[in-house]
């Protein structure tokens, strides 16, 4: 069994929902598990209702609710015929779930609310995907994936229950494939055991095709994207960027963790646990071969360049020339941990600690603030960080040549400079 993920640049429109259809024509007698995040911008639209709705503006909160149905109801006109009075039902549904907690008032925290509202995005397009799969004759199905995966109540970033999942797709899903080819459900979202809807922070919708992917031992995992394949840097940056049609899940990892914009290390953990290949591949062209992702040994790869921009410095320095370490760190850390940010890269020095971070203002002069208790703290704005796997010194020049580098670190394979001017 195969495991394919559709994000929600691939099913924006009437014409590309046509087009995922294709593409799961041209693998018929395969049994499928089609993971589908929301339409293009619905996940954005539901954010702006959950502000309207937090903030007590009931009527704003219906009417941007409003907009969301008309388009989801405009789109599957023409997708269904025959089905379509039975897809209109469904939807139906799913709207008068949201707009019932609409017209109550908040009494809970913003992310419980965020999460109820948002996962709407999810349930609307699997369903009309499901739908217009089942009016071209695709022998499918569609699945509430809140009864299968089984989460904490840590809203807006909710943590698995593995054995439970486990236990729900073993009884709830794979016994589909016995009857049915392709069983479509959701990405992004899951649900407590009192039955309140999560959701799975950060690319949850590819987290979500792993853990499936994890729990049934499928044979790969294929993330359908606009790109022809995982590139080396920015094609938007650089217009010589080249593609890497394989990757270790160990070199994707690192990847992400300096910040580009791949394949989240939550999403690799499960796959890389069981030994599944993930496929990346464009569907705007099925045809090129994308990116393979797994256990092998991939040598010889391109330098690859990752450029953070807005970014600060920010100097912490011992107010007595007492040694920066133990206590005064430990208490930095926790400040760190309650403004919500991380250091991108950071460095010690005998008395004093270095730390290159995204620049969201409020969230750095907060820290800077609760900081200044333990040290003085000094700020450098309007830097950037580059960062280079496999590096050579040409591809240094050509970056960092005509800048001042203020802070550089350097291992074998990776260097990273924060960059002035």
């Known amino acids: 069994m195969k495991i394919y993920k559709f994000g929600g640049a691939s099913i924006n429109s009437v014409e590309r929902i046509k087009n995922t259809g294709n593409i799961i024509k041209d693998h018929s007698g395969q049994k499928l598990l089609l993971v589908i995040s929301a339409m293009g911008k ?15 503006r009931k009527e704003d909160a219906l009417k941007l609710f409003e907009q969301v149905k008309q388009h989801h109801l405009d789109t599957l006109k023409f997708l269904t015929v025959l089905h379509w009075h039975q897809a209109e039902k469904k939807l139906k549904d799913f709207f008068t779930e949201v707009e019932w907690m609409l017209h109550d008032k908040p009494v809970r925290p913003y992310d419980y609310y965020y999460d109820q509202i948002v996962c709407c995005g999810e349930l609307l397009s699997s369903n009309m995907v499901c739908n217009y799969l ?27 229950d593995w054995a439970v999942t486990q236990q729900n797709i073993e009884n709830d899903v794979l016994p589909l494939f016995q009857e049915f080819d392709v069983v479509v459900t959701q990405g992004f979202i899951g649900a407590t055991d009192e039955n309140e809807s999560t959701t799975l922070g950060r690319e949850g919708s590819d987290y979500s095709a792993a853990i499936f992917a994890n729990q049934i031992q499928a044979e790969s995992v294929t993330i359908w994207k606009d790109v022809d394949a995982i590139m080396n840097a920015d094609p938007k940056q650089f217009k010589d960027a080249v593609k890497m049609p394989e990757l270790s899940y160990h070199e994707v990892i690192e990847m992400a963790y300096y910040g580009a914009q791949v394949i989240h290390p939550k999403t690799i953990k499960p796959l890389q646990n069981k030994n599944i290949p993930l496929y990346v591949k464009s569907f705007l062209d099925p045809s090129l071969q994308g990116t393979v992702i797994s256990n092998a040994n991939v040598k ?14 920010i100097q912490f320095k011992s107010k007595d020339y007492s040694f920066v370490e133990d206590k005064p760190v430990a208490q930095l850390h926790e400040i760190f941990r309650r403004v919500k940010t991380k250091a991108n890269l950071s460095q010690n020095t005998a008395i004093s600690l270095l730390c290159c971070c995204d620049d969201h203002y409020e969230k750095i002069d907060k820290l800077a603030q609760e900081a200044s208790t333990i040290f003085d703290v000094e700020l450098e704005r309007n830097l950037s960080l580059l960062t280079i796997r496999h590096y050579d010194e040409e ?7 005509d800048k001042t580098i203020v802070l550089e670190q350097k291992t074998i394979n990776t260097i990273q400079m924060v960059l002035r001017g």
Do not use: C, H, M, S
């Open 42 to 56: 619905t996940t954005n639209a539901l954010e702006t209702v959950v502000n309207a709705y937090f903030e007590n």
């Open 134 to 160: 089942i009016e071209e004759k695709v022998n499918a199905t569609w699945v509430d994936v809140r009864d299968i995966v089984r989460t904490d109540n840590n809203f807006r970033d909710a943590g698995v």
């Open 300 to 313: 010889n790869l391109p330098p690859v360049i990752v450029i953070k921009e807005k970014q600060v410095l």
């Open 395 to 401: 591809t240094i020049k050509k970056l960092a040549g």
